[in-house]
């Protein structure tokens, strides 16, 4: 697979308070016929995480036909789960007709520089979104009693589905930093709400130096499953391109046991630009008889997204 960079589609100019920086870790709304919704996270004046959506011209992506003046979801109240940011992380055009947005809240901790958990919000016309519960959905529970991130939701044979990010430990960097370390891990449920998690792990570290694995975004095809995610190095990844953000990609025949095959996954960092530092949080749909990747490059979104069509 080979994958055909676009270029650069959008990143905040800092007109609203609101939207200063960042815009990643994206979802799309594909059931619009004259734009594609683009939700995402962007960062406040206090560096919080904030929701809200673009919409980008379905016939030429590059070209945005809206930006929302607002977020689409409120923090939540002093001591819920997502008091301290929002991150939208997987939209899903639920089969009762509503539109879900799962999301990621965000606390700050003493101990640990963040705490995250998984929400959902809905909607009936795409615009407006109201949170389903004050609490999250996937938390920590008592076989995994850190955190859980980004997550790709898919209603699959009559069941939901979910790979998500899954926090193992806490790492104490050499230079000081704790560090988070994370993989993917597969739950079911009956209604996208109530979740069976057996710790079944999807995609795990491949070696020591691995220690992040992140944001997948899977398409079944052809009885196949295809997944595309993040991965980076346990620790000095901020800065150093040779152990910052990657893409990879794996593949499985039931959707629980994969296979990596990052050395297919065909999309790189650029020789300069915006992406030229880290590539990562990609998500990929089919679009108008074509496979595009929407993806973030440089500072973890702060340089914005662009997209890329495979060849």
């Not at 052809?222 to 990879?248: F, H, Q, V």
């Not at 790189?268 to 915006?274: F, K, L």
């Not at 679009?287 to 929407?294: D, L, N, R, T």
């Amino acid at each position: 697979m080979n994958w055909i960079k676009k270029g650069l589609i959008y990143k905040p100019d800092g007109k609203f308070g609101w939207n200063q920086t960042h815009a990643h870790v994206l979802c799309a709304d594909t059931s619009f016929e004259d734009k594609l919704r683009i939700h995402y996270s962007t960062r406040d004046e206090k560096g919080r995480c904030m929701a809200s959506f673009l919409d980008l011209n379905p016939n030429n992506l590059s070209e945005v036909l809206y930006v929302h003046d607002k977020p689409t979801l409120a923090l939540g109240k002093a001591g819920t789960f997502d008091d301290c940011g929002i991150m939208p992380t997987w939209f899903l055009n639920h089969p009762n007709g509503e539109k879900w947005l799962y999301y990621i809240g965000w606390t700050v901790r003493n101990t640990i520089p963040y705490h995250n958990s998984i929400g959902i919000a809905k909607s009936t016309d795409g615009l407006n979104f109201t949170k389903m519960f004050e609490g999250p959905v996937i938390h920590t529970i008592a076989t995994e009693p850190l955190f859980n991130g980004s997550c790709c939701v898919l209603f699959d044979k009559g069941l939901f589905k979910v790979w998500y990010l899954n926090c193992t430990d806490w790492y104490n960097a050499p230079d000081g930093k704790i560090e988070p370390c994370y993989h993917l891990k597969y739950a079911e449920s009956i209604d996208g709400i109530n979740w069976v998690r057996q710790g079944k792990i999807a995609i795990d570290y491949k070696d020591e130096v691995e220690g992040g694995i992140s944001r997948p975004t899977v398409l079944i095809e052809d009885g196949i499953y295809k997944m595309w995610y993040s991965y980076r190095a346990i620790d000095d990844y901020r800065t150093n391109t040779e152990r910052s953000y990657r893409i990879g990609y794996a593949e499985s025949l039931d959707g629980i046991n994969w296979t990596r095959l990052d050395d297919q996954v065909g999309i790189d960092i650029s020789e300069s630009g915006w992406d030229a530092q880290m590539i990562e949080y990609p998500l990929v749909i089919n679009h108008q008889g074509e496979k595009i990747m929407f993806y973030n490059g440089n500072g973890f979104g702060a340089s914005g997204f662009g997209y890329a069509v495979s060849k």
